[in-house]
């Protein structure tokens, strides 16, 4: 067991070892040095099996739905109670660890067994869910399963393909879905007090301070563009160094101008991850480099704003060297604010257990952003070892996950709806 930290001796009392679990769980993947499950798979039909024995021990009607989302019931002994939902999912990258999606839809599951165990009915109902494919890794797409619950799941995208050729649908139907049924699915605003998501925060701040949990105030919106940087490819022996047109020289600085502008700006991330040099030589002067910009804020029009001063640095930039350069807008998500109420009575769980309260944003995107147009949503962070995530070497301890479960039992039993 892992103990360090200053809030470890009041660790819970030990009632099921988390791990153990997910690392069961972890073996449905494709052979990989990580856990590799992707949507309508064999292994997410294993890792389904699995699920549905967790929710069933939890006291939960199971079943599949249309989207291929599997859902568990913990019904209220009010027939018209309202529903929260409570999950994330089951998918994972290539070559991911054990926590990332699995382990927010674990957490809230072994919340709703301890109430069970206890007898407790509540006035609403509960549906715990493990989407099926939030990482968007075998098709061009993902959030289908939030999506088609919210109603704004495009349903030209059930055409798309992997990479062997078969579309969503046939993924979906075979897998005991039915895109036929999508559009039955969406749920109506009224009938659901909210979603909560736990996830691994897979940033470092929580191991920073300590804390085995922190509660999200909201999701980065994210804009992305391309930005083409041209140049003249030359003679790297022949061109004195006066008269090139280098750009990826212009690149290197407009990269490090960029980082620095991130640095000294609040609220703002400036990321450049991506670069393309041609002709990409040891002996010709670039003649052109593409490179990523993306941006990220919880405050919408900060980044609006930031992308006119991104543009004029680089156009700055560009013209003292005599380069040209050319934008391309390839992604634009708005940012997603958690609810006041439902975030309140999180960090009011995480308070009542005596851990101080961390509030942090979430950089990444998450099943809980495609369910804010259905609903308010909040999240609960816990700490990730280093940061790492997307990594086979992703890791939480056991006693932050017991805090989480703990918290996440008092807010389903405090909750005023
Ligand atoms: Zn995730």
Known sequence: MDQDGPYAKQSLPIQMNILKTLNTIAQCSQPSSGVTRLPFTKEHKQANKIITQWMKEAGMQVHLDAAGTLMGTYKSSNKNAKTLILGSHQDSVINAGRFDGIMGVLLPILAVKKLHQKKIKLPFHIECVAFADEEGVRFPTALMGPQVLAGTF????????????????????????????????????????????????????????????????????????????????????????????????????????????????????????????????????????????????????????????IASIVKKICRARNLFCQFKKTYDQKAVLCDKHLTDALSKSVKDLNYPLRKIPSGATHDASAMSDLCPIAMLFVQSKDGLSHNPKEFSKEADMQVAVQVLENLITNLKV
């Not at 393909?161 to 895109?179: R, T, V, Y």
């Not at 996830?199 to 919106?221: A, D, F, M, N, R």
């Not at 090139?244 to 991850?273: F, M, P, S």
């Not at 593409?290 to 930031?306: F, Q, Y």
């Open 154 to 309: 495009q349903m030209k995208d059930i055409k798309m393909k992997d990479s062997q050729g078969i579309s969503i649908q046939q993924a979906l139907n075979s897998f005991g879905g039915n895109h036929r049924k999508l559009t039955q699915l969406k749920r109506s605003k009224k009938s659901i007090i909210g979603f909560v998501e736990t996830h691994i925060e897979q940033g470092p701040v929580l191991e920073k301070h300590k804390l085995p949990v922190g509660v999200v105030t909201g999701i980065s919106g994210i804009t992305r563009y391309t930005c083409t940087i041209k140049g003249k490819a030359s003679h790297a022996g022949t061109t004195p160094m006066n008269l090139r047109q280098d750009a990826l020289a212009g690149a290197a600085e407009i990269i490090h101008v960029l980082e620095k502008k991130a640095r000294t700006t609040k609220n703002i991330i400036i990321t450049v991850g991506s670069i393309q040099n041609t002709p990409n030589a040891v002996n010709v002067i670039s003649g052109e480099v593409t490179i990523s910009v993306e941006s990220r804020s919880l405050d919408n029009k900060k980044r609006v704003s930031i992308q006119k001063e």
